[in-house]
């Protein structure tokens, strides 16, 4: 039998995740982590890899001509798997055909758009139409992670300092809740055709 406490000795200890991370000053903290992460759950086994999902924080910005591409894939590909649910197939489509390419264009000009990124791709976008918030998607696949708070906390940032006091929005029935918990409550129901849309306000 071997001495008290010689078993815990030739155990390898864990990598002390920060201590290493001044080793890298040429890289941003937020790249290095999740590997220092995964590193860390081999010697533990108790961190979730679904962690290293949560670290990359997109950058909330001005879109630009160049990300009018972007910004369409990210409304079509949200209209049609998230609102699916609540929207015939015909309403999605004929909504689509407003979010092309050279439509995100010309909206590009009229009103205060945002945009989210991670790396390089495009995943949120919102816009700001005088005191009216339109068109705002996250990528399916990054939903319910914040992206969707962010983009409506800058545009009501903008909204303030251009001296707005009270913001709209047209919700589709999908994000209602979403803009409820944002403090918009509703004020009437709007439709086209079969198309309901919920009208809603909230004071700055």
């Given at each position: 039998?071997?001495?008290?406490?010689?078993?815990?000795?030739?155990?390898k200890?864990?990598?002390d995740?920060?201590?290493?991370?001044?080793?890298?000053?040429?890289k941003?903290?937020?790249?290095?982590?999740?590997?220092?992460?995964?590193?860390?759950?081999?010697?533990?086994?108790?961190?979730?890899?679904?962690?290293r999902?949560?670290?990359?924080?997109?950058?909330?910005?001005?879109a630009?001509?160049?990300?009018?591409?972007g910004i369409?894939?990210?409304?079509?590909d949200?209209?049609?798997?998230?609102?699916?649910?609540?929207?015939?197939?015909?309403?999605?489509?004929r909504?689509?055909q407003?979010?092309?390419?050279?439509?995100?264009?010309?909206?590009?000009?009229?009103?205060?758009?945002?945009?989210a990124?991670?790396?390089r791709?495009?995943?949120?976008t919102?816009?700001?139409d005088?005191?009216?918030?339109?068109?705002?998607?996250?990528?399916?696949?990054?939903?319910?992670?914040?992206?969707?708070?962010?983009?409506?906390?800058?545009?009501?940032?903008?909204?303030?300092?251009?001296?707005?006091?009270?913001?709209?929005?047209?919700?589709?029935i999908?994000?209602?809740?979403?803009?409820a918990?944002?403090g918009?409550?509703?004020?009437?129901?709007?439709y086209?055709?079969a198309?309901r849309?919920?009208?809603?306000e909230?004071?700055l």
């Amino acid at each position: 039998m071997g001495k008290e406490g010689e078993g815990d000795q030739r155990r390898k200890k864990p990598p002390d995740v920060l201590a290493r991370l001044p080793h890298h000053p040429a890289k941003r903290i937020h790249e290095l982590l999740p590997l220092e992460l995964e590193n860390l759950s081999r010697h533990t086994g108790n961190v979730n890899r679904e962690v290293r999902t949560d670290v990359s924080d997109p950058e909330i910005c001005s879109a630009t001509a160049a990300d009018a591409e972007g910004i369409s894939m990210v409304i079509l590909d949200s209209l049609r798997t998230s609102n699916a649910k609540d929207y015939t197939s015909n309403i999605i489509e004929r909504v689509a055909q407003n979010f092309s390419p050279m439509h995100i264009l010309a909206l590009l000009n009229k009103r205060d758009v945002v945009v989210a990124r991670l790396g390089r791709r495009i995943v949120g976008t919102a816009g700001l139409d005088g005191d009216v918030i339109r068109t705002v998607f996250v990528a399916p696949d990054v939903q319910n992670r914040g992206i969707g708070r962010r983009l409506m906390h800058e545009l009501e940032y903008r909204a303030r300092v251009k001296g707005i006091t009270t913001l709209s929005v047209p919700s589709t029935i999908t994000a209602e809740l979403f803009y409820a918990k944002m403090g918009f409550v509703t004020v009437r129901d709007s439709y086209h055709g079969a198309e309901r849309t919920i009208i809603m306000e909230r004071r700055l």
